[in-house]
């Protein structure tokens, strides 16, 4: 976050809120290399424990899931 605030302050543009519009963690365990965040019980930990974290200290001012589950493709 530091780096994508320097860089809007480069140009101007630091009072600029920051979204970040994929973030999330996918349900299929296999494709989690965490043993604690696999699974649908391991996706909403992990949502537990990082949005909190982007939305507070780190400073975003919005956080949009993109990876709710995983199909058997």
């Known amino acids: 976050m530091e780096y994508v605030r320097g860089a809007l302050a480069s140009v101007g543009a630091a ?3 920051i979204w970040l519009t994929e ?3 996918g349900s299929e365990p296999g494709l989690q ?3 604690a965040y696999r699974g ?3 996706q909403a ?4 424990d990082v949005l909190p974290e982007v939305l ?3 400073g975003a001012e919005r956080a949009f899931w993109f ?3 995983d199909g058997p493709e």
Do not use: Q
């Not at 930990?45 to 537990?48: K, L």
């Open 33 to 35: 290399p965490e043993a």
């Open 56 to 58: 507070g200290p780190l």
């Open 40 to 42: 649908p019980e391991g």
């Open 15 to 17: 009072d600029r809120p």
């Open 23 to 25: 973030i999330g963690a």
């Open 67 to 69: 990876t709710l589950f």
């Open 45 to 48: 930990r992990w949502a537990r």
